[in-house]
């Protein structure tokens, strides 16, 4: 079709939307669609959820987002959908909340993909990647760069529904006890660094270990570990770590965007009424939304109030140790798709959307951030 052809299709479109027209018989369509599913819906029909969480309870933004999450949900249905929300532990432990949704003991379920790395190695591209995209791009991918298509395909077997339902936005490089001043310092180093950063960070000379989140303070305190990685700001302050480590690291190379994650079991979730199924859809969608706003937000304050009223020393990693875990991040990345075939499918479908943004941001915010 040529170029003339479709701008006369569009200007004609809009014209008729402009005088409420064109969409005048699929409105007539789609009401009595409505009417019919809203015959079927039994008003009075009460439906109880419990909502497991790898959170502590009432953890800020985290555990804090998903009751905010089960008293919208509660508005938004009139109060026939009452979503019982545990932190981790209350119920069953955290790291069994996978299960239990799986399963079907309870309906649905916050924490972050790559607590499941066991189960579904793939599904760590739907978490945080170090050098991997930040919280924009990983939306953009996920929401409308086909991201959700192979999100749900993997979790698809477990009979589960997964959702991106929050961010912690970009974290920090972390707390440590010793300045980095090039890549000889992290020999040895002891680190609290999970995942895909911890693994990076042995490759380059040092020890990633696994603390809780409950003794982290207390080891580095104790030099049991020489530095520890957390969130960003806001959480770190709460933590306490400015009083037991001296220099604030920056930027977090190994969490640009820690995509939190809700699932769902599939069978609860399609055995309910579809104007339910639909707050569901939207109550995540804007705790999503919230949470990347109430991090970034909390995340400012508490930068500055770290700097002006905790005289906390602020760090940048030196080139070469960002160089060598970028090194170290591509060969991590390369053992995990030559093991797993889906690994691989992901993390190309990932790279080549990353690589399209960041043509797209080098003329936009890349550009607008350094003016
Ligand atoms: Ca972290």
């Not at 500055?304 to 009223?309: A, G, P, Q, V």
Request: aromatic share 14%; glycine share 10%.
């Amino acid at each position: 079709m040529s170029k003339k052809s479709n701008r006369r299709k569009f200007i004609e479109k809009s014209i008729a939307s402009a005088i409420g027209v064109s969409g005048f018989s699929s409105c007539v369509e789609s009401n009595e669609k409505e009417k019919q599913e809203t015959v079927n819906v039994n008003f009075n029909k009460k439906y109880n959820w419990k909502m497991v969480t790898t959170w502590s309870p009432n953890m800020p933004v985290l555990g804090e987002g998903c009751n905010l999450f089960s008293e919208w949900v509660n508005k938004m249905s009139g109060g026939r959908l009452n979503i019982n929300v545990y932190g981790g532990g209350e119920l069953i432990p955290s790291l069994e909340s996978f299960d239990a949704v799986s399963n079907g003991a309870v309906e649905m379920g916050s924490g972050a993909s790559y607590y499941w790395a066991g189960k579904i190695p793939s599904g760590q591209f739907f978490s945080s990647v170090p050098f991997g995209m930040n919280s924009k791009q990983m939306n953009s991918w996920i929401i409308s760069g086909g991201g959700y298509e192979l999100y749900r395909e993997i979790y698809e077997p477990f009979n589960l529904i997964p959702f991106v339902g929050g961010n912690t936005s970009m974290q920090m490089g972390g707390w440590f006890n010793k300045e980095i001043n090039s890549f000889d310092d992290l020999k040895g180093l002891k680190m609290r660094i999970p995942g895909f950063g911890g693994k990076v960070l042995s490759k380059a000379g040092g020890t990633a270990v696994t603390v809780a989140g409950g003794e982290i303070y207390t080891n580095l305190e104790r030099g049991v570990i020489d530095a520890t990685e957390w969130i960003g700001p806001y959480h770190d302050y709460l933590m306490g770590f400015y009083q037991v480590a001296k220099y604030y690291y920056y930027p977090g190379w190994h969490e640009p965007g820690g995509v939190l994650e809700m699932i769902v079991n599939r069978d609860k979730f399609y055995q309910l009424p579809t104007d339910l199924q639909e707050i569901i859809k939207k109550g995540i969608e804007a705790l999503n939304i919230w949470m990347q706003c109430e991090f970034d937000a909390k995340n400012s304050i508490y930068l500055n109030k770290l700097i002006d009223e905790e005289k906390v020393q602020l760090r940048k990693f030196p080139k070469d140790v960002l160089d060598t875990f970028k090194l170290k991040t591509r060969e991590v990345i390369e053992e995990m798709i030559d093991k797993d075939l889906k690994s691989k499918k992901i993390f190309e479908a990932y790279n080549k959307f990353k690589n399209s943004f960041n043509d797209w941001s080098s003329v936009s915010d890349k550009i607008y951030y350094d003016l």
